[in-house]
């Protein structure tokens, strides 16, 4: 576990560190999304960097696209492609474009348009079925996202046609462009929505390695339906200049900057 | 003799039958969005009921599954009315299947008028324009049951995103088990000097052929194209017909603002190809319910006044 919190300050950094290349970019949900990543990347999902489209491999969509950088940190420490490449965000001819995009090695699909990425990862894990490959889904939404009449769509269609396959997540970081979620549009309790909707359901603090991983081995066994685990975060979180502070979502972001945010996440001296 | 008689099958069933065929064999899947009933694809889910996914009244979300499934290695057809096929899950072809490369086929059925019946929100005059100002969507207007059976086994094995006009309920057919058709290539009827009609789909082919031999009673020379590729244009086909001709006139199912024929005006004027032009299809303007002779004659596509706007430009000429 010591190493996989390494790993997660590791994606902090270095996704920072990509959108300081550019000098803006989504900090909030970046910085929010780190810590499953790691999970994710670090210990559950099967992949092989060396061949990216391995047919085995487990897919993942990045559905709130916007957060590019956390996704190529990731991939970039798993060897996908070089570190160095993160400083080439949004740069003319990049394979880094501020959102997903299936020009960078290990993105499985080109997303931004918010609510598609779901429509995309229901299609996978259905697909998959379809073949009898074992490999998994992973979706990972934004909150403000669902919004989104589209996500909706997916969810019904997800438990219609019995995707356990499929393990959902909602960055729950309670903030989205024009402010807190709840007052642009609350969406009540999310929980209960894909709860309703015939879901399996679980809430966990998103920035416990453990519970996150915990929740995701939960969702694997669970049989004949598909999960959402709903991940309580902190929009900007591990960084002072955006942790608990309103209206993170895309902020400017320095070289400086990036200096004290490897103070602050304690990456110094390790 | 050019013209349509009665065949077997009606085209929604000519491409579902296909489609059965081609799935013994090939990873073809069909997904709809609640309209088996009315695309035919209810016989494919019968034969494969593995292959086949309704969606429920979810276009959005059918073309992103269809795109995913693409994706992962299958060849999706998808269909709704041409309404919702280019209007409503615009941005999820643009976004989740032509953006990722993802090569589905689309079924957009009863385009133009021919969706009439179900009133004004149901039609679309627009969809040529919308789908084809998209990069890498081929778009294809089918004539007759026959150019379904023909065509499909070449779009499976296409790598392309298409996006398929068709007439759901017409059993007409124009052409023989033995001709070949070839996807960006126009078919040459007949041969004339006086006037080139360029035509797309049944509906428009049918006024084509009627204003043809109206006006060969009249002792013009006509030439009779059935263009089914609407996009990527038969270029060297339109220019071959424009000096040739002394007047170049498109006959279409689609809005004459940005259908075929503004596709057709915009290459013979980037060749410095400056035919005399006509075009004949539908205005811009809104859709109502009607039959559709009432509202190919009100929009003014009809054989008639084709031939009495041509009569009129060739004696200006």
Redesign the interface.
Known sequence: MKSLYKFAKLIRYHSMECIASCGSGHVGGVLSIADLLAVLYGKIMNIDSSNPLWEERDRLVMSKGHCGPALYAALALKGFFPIEELRTLNQNGTRLPSHCNTLTPGVDFSTGSLGQGASLAVGVALALKKKNNPARTFLILGDGECNEGQIWESAMFAAHYGLDNIIAFVDQNKQQLDGDTRDVMSMENLEESFLSFGWFVKKVAGHNLEKIEEAILNAIENKGKPSLIVLDTIKGKGWTGAEGKPKVHHLPFTEKDLEILKNEIGLLGD | MIMFREGEVDQRTALANQLVEEAKTKPV?ALDSDLASSSGLNIFAKEHP?KF?N??I?E??????????A????IPFVHTFSSFASRRAL??LY??AI???SAIKIISTDPGILNSANGGTHVSFEDIGIISSLPNVVIIDFTDPIMINKLIPHIIDDPRIYYLRMQRKTKEQIYERNQDFEVGKGIVLSLGNDVALICNSQLALKEGIKAKNILEKKGYSISLIDMFTVKPLDEELVLKMARRCKIVAIIENSSVRNGLGAIIADTLLMNRQYTELLKFGIPETLGEVGSYDYLIEKYGFDANNVVRVIEERLNLL
């Open positions: 899947y593995e996914i969606c429920g979810q959005a979300n059918m073309f992103g599954v269809a795109a995913a499934m994706k992962e290695g299958f941005d999820q976004v989740s953006y990722n490369e």
